[in-house]
């Protein structure tokens, strides 16, 4: 069973940057497709971006264009997902989470496994 660990959370000023690690264990992360996730209480989760289990077809939601990029290590069991000029807006709890499959990550309805998140707080 894939188990995912999220780190790299923090604190940081609007404009700052982050990166985020979510590392995998148990079965190899080449067979996973990834997608990292947020969560603001009172609100809805809502998926950032995924990555496919390649690393090679990404997905990015609107407001994660052109700030947030993602990239996945299989030889290390690792996603990181770099968050780039921040703003209050970003701040949440990210998850990391995965789902065995071929397809192209877009097409991904739900995912199997997940992290417990990481906190990113955006404030001055």
């Known amino acids: 069973q894939l188990q995912l660990v999220e780190s790299g959370g923090g604190l940081v000023r609007p404009g700052g940057s982050l990166r985020l690690t979510c590392t995998a264990s148990?079965?190899?992360?080449?067979?996973?497709?990834i997608g990292w996730f947020r969560q603001v209480p009172g609100k809805e989760r809502e998926r950032v971006v995924c990555i496919d289990k390649r690393g090679r077809s990404t997905d990015y939601e609107d407001y994660a264009k052109g700030r947030f990029t993602i990239s996945k290590d299989n030889a290390k069991n690792m996603v990181y997902l770099q968050l780039n000029n921040l703003s209050p807006e970003d701040t949440a709890v990210y998850y990391c989470?995965?789902?065995?499959?071929?397809?192209?990550?877009?097409?991904?309805?739900?995912?199997?496994?997940w992290g417990q998140g990481t906190q990113v707080t955006v404030s001055s």
């Open positions: 148990g079965p190899a992360l080449d067979e996973y497709a």
């Open positions: 989470a995965g789902k065995r499959t071929d397809s192209y990550c877009s097409l991904i309805q739900w995912y199997d496994y």
